[in-house]
């Protein structure tokens, strides 16, 4: 009997960081029937991952409102599960991180008798309210689920003072490191020809610092985001010698208050989101990131390029450690002291652009299903 496995996940990180498990999974057919399962919490940036991975999901969801709310969404994750989850009968059921569709296809997946694995298992920021509502999502998912795949020591230790059984932990690094290494071989594949990076090429100005940035967290709705807005408008209009390149996330409440105070500022560039691909060479081209991002935090280090991280809180303290990470809130004279410092001090910015890697060497994956082949 093969071993049945249902990977579910719903917005662009998830999908990300879930593909290169569900390619590691697909390769072993003899030992495992794996179906993928999408909420499609997001839509355009979740398809835009799946074209790129080439993942046909089995399921489809097709949850995704217009600024939709978190009661419904929950809800309609859990009950639009049960039909999927009683046809499909998967022996485990694998969630990622900490989004809505994690914390809910846990407990769907709890109900229907499934072993429960999370992967990128034990972030924690012990605050309830930062990120909200990512840190009670993740708690919860910890709590049901039966294995938990930890990125670092760090998130192990998390889970063991949680009083998880150390056996059902499995430290593995972050797919993440994963999924960067399978888009790097596929972009430099012969045949590989990305029309998204050529016409992004037009709009980088070579002869500028790229400061690339991204935002999106709920806490900064409102107040955090106009404060944001407030400190690129200042540090384009004082560095002429840079350019501010923002793929602006989808969310209403992120597209208004940006495109309303940043539109028509010549070294600023407002982007639709890019495709994954499109947005790791651009990372790659970039001097700084100015971010409230979970996974550019972990993208970052590993390709060397300094972080200020616009939260007040990080589940992923090992990169502060390192120093290429700094958490610089979403005040904005915070904001532009620290970014200033980076484009005017070379010394400064060097010893941040060492090239660091605290979550793994890339086979988080292939250590995840050796782990469910000997369970
Ligand atoms: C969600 C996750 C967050 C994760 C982030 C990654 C929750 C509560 N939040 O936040 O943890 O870090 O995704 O980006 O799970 N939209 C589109 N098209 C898309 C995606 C979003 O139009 O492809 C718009 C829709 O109007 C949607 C809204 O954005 O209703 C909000 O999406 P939602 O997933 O609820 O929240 P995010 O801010 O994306
Ligand atoms: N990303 C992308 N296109 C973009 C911006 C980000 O593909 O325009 C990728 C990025 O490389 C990272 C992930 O999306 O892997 C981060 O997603 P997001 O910031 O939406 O969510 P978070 O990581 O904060 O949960």
């Known amino acids: 009997m093969k071993i049945k496995n249902l990977i579910i996940f719903g917005t662009r990180p998830e999908a990300i960081k879930m593909a290169p498990l569900v390619k590691e999974f697909l390769k072993d057919t003899q030992k495992f029937e794996t179906k993928v399962c999408i909420t499609a919490q997001h839509r355009e940036m979740l398809d835009q991952v799946l074209e790129f991975f080439e993942i046909t999901p089995d399921f489809d969801m097709d949850l995704m409102k217009p600024n939709q709310n978190l009661y419904s969404l929950t809800a309609d994750i859990i009950t639009g599960l049960k039909p999927i989850l009683e046809e499909f009968k998967p022996d485990y059921v694998y969630v990622h991180g900490d989004t809505t569709t994690t914390m809910a296809s846990s407990i769907a997946a709890f109900y229907s008798g499934a072993k429960v694995c ?180 972990e993208e970052a280090p590993s390709l060397g390029k300094p972080v200020l991280v616009m939260r007040d809180t990080t589940e992923r303290p090992e990169a502060v450690d390192a120093g290429t990470v700094i958490l610089v809130g979403t005040q904005k004279d915070k904001i532009i002291t620290e970014a200033q410092k980076l484009i005017d001090d070379s010394t400064i910015y060097n010893v941040m652009s060492e090239l660091h890697n605290p979550y793994g060497d890339g086979n988080a994956c292939e250590k995840i299903v050796q782990f469910i082949k000997e369970v």
């Open 118 to 297: 999370h992967v990128e298992a034990g972030l924690r920021t012990f605050n309830k309210r930062s990120p909200f509502p990512e840190e009670v999502n993740r708690s919860v998912a910890g709590s049901i689920c039966d294995f938990h795949f930890a990125p670092t020591k760090v998130s192990e230790k998390n889970l063991l003072n949680e009083n998880i059984d150390k056996k059902s932990i499995l430290i593995t690094g972050n797919t993440v490191i994963d999924a960067l290494h399978f888009s790097s071989d596929k972009v430099n594949s012969s045949d590989y020809s990305d029309s998204e990076t050529e016409k992004l090429r037009e709009i980088v100005d070579f002869n500028k610092r790229i400061i690339l940035v991204t935002g999106h967290r709920r806490e900064n709705h409102g107040d955090g985001f106009i404060n944001i807005c407030s400190a690129l408008k200042d540090l384009a209009n004082k560095n002429d010698d840079v350019q501010i390149i923002y793929p602006v996330h989808l969310n209403p409440n992120v597209q208004k208050p940006v495109y309303e105070l940043l539109n028509n500022i010549d070294n600023i560039k407002l982007i639709d989101p890019l495709s994954y691909p499109a947005f790791v060479w651009l990372m790659s081209q970039s001097y700084l990131i100015i971010t409230d991002s979970g996974g550019v935090q």
